[in-house]
């Protein structure tokens, strides 16, 4: 994939309307005619493996091409793109070509359960007190950072990880600083952003602790932020769309899905409180062209339910932000219906 044709099959402007056909007109009538209309570009929108995860890889990906998303939230993990199995190279270019073929864009999302731990979700982390445990979650960062220049990825994400027990904030914060330091310099030599999420529990929990690392670390240019809407609504003192506007500088990747005040829990659309078309004029009106996931991690039970759901809910909440027509592909009937429970 070509990391520079991320709009495919999309006009980025308006074309000019010039006379040119030597026709006889007034100045004011020249005006009108080669003054554009300012386009709305629509959101790229994908939807997250991680709310995939009973599915085949390739299943995933058609089945996403098919509903119309942009790209996907790839989440490395032993079912999909395992970044610790053996001949990793030859898999992510098969994978590389299959996203091509499917007109798919990617991000690179680093939050598998237990990827590097089978006995502990989300483990080791970077505030890990042991450095070789420590190493290894540095480690897959730069095999993500790596794994997203194959594949035309327009960001890596991340997060920093829960404080262990009897670790002092200071020393918490000096860890994470320190250990993400080779994956930001992996990520500077590609030129790929890392994009670090705060996650609620963590000790980058908030936006505010966003910029704090960013200072701590020097205010690198690849260190961006990852922006999850629902964990705004959670627990930022902003709203989720005074938080995109907020952050917009910094703004490199978007996880989306519904959630309520003060309960971490990811919700379908619909489910929670929030209010989406303000928050997706906010992303509309910051230029963001990188892909907006649907993250709904606990619901791969009806992984195809959801996703077909989402896509129109998203367009339909965009088209009233924007006041343009609902851009949603015709497709079949729900391919999935919800089964069972959803932890």
Request: a negative charge; aromatic letters at 4%.
């Amino acid at each position: 994939m070509n990391h520079a044709t991320t709009t495919r099959g999309r006009s980025t402007g308006a074309s000019a309307r010039g006379d040119g056909n030597g026709s006889h007109t007034t100045s004011a009538e020249n005006a009108t005619a080669v003054t554009p209309t300012p386009a709305v570009i629509p959101l790229r929108l994908g939807y997250g493996t991680n709310g995939l995860a009973d599915l085949r890889l390739d299943d995933a990906l058609a089945l996403l091409a098919d509903l119309g998303y942009d790209g996907v939230g790839l989440t490395l993990d032993h079912m999909h793109l395992d970044p610790l199995a053996p001949d990793l190279a030859t898999r992510t270019r098969r994978l590389a070509q299959r996203l091509d073929a499917l007109g798919l864009d990617v991000t690179v999302e680093t939050g598998a359960r237990y990827v590097l731990d089978p006995r502990r979700k989300h483990d080791p982390s970077l505030l890990d007190p042991d450095p070789d445990a420590r190493a290894r979650r540095v480690d897959l960062l730069i095999r993500a950072v790596r794994i997203a220049a194959d594949l035309g990825a327009h960001a890596v994400h991340c997060f920093s990880g829960i404080t262990p027990p009897g670790t002092d904030p200071d020393t918490a914060w000096r860890r994470l600083a320190v250990a993400l330091t080779p994956a930001l310099d992996a990520a500077t030599t590609a030129g790929i952003p890392l994009a670090v999420e705060p996650e609620p529990g963590h000790l980058l929990a908030t936006i505010a602790d966003f910029h704090r690392l960013r200072r701590t670390l020097g205010e690198p240019e690849h260190l961006g932020l990852t922006l999850d809407i629902g964990h705004c609504q959670c627990l930022e003192p902003l709203s989720p769309a005074d938080c995109v506007r907020a952050v917009a500088p910094w703004l490199r990747h978007v996880q989306i899905e519904d959630m309520r005040r003060g309960v971490h829990e990811h919700l379908p659309f619909g489910e929670g409180e929030i209010d989406f078309p303000p928050v997706l004029a906010a992303l509309a009106a910051t230029g963001y062209q990188g892909l907006t996931v649907v993250e709904l991690p606990r619901h791969s039970h009806a992984g195809p339910h959801f996703a077909e759901l989402s896509l129109p809910f998203l367009r339909r909440a965009e088209a009233t932000a924007t006041g343009t027509p609902v851009l949603v592909p015709p497709h079949g009937d729900p391919s999935a219906t919800p089964e069972g429970s959803t932890s």
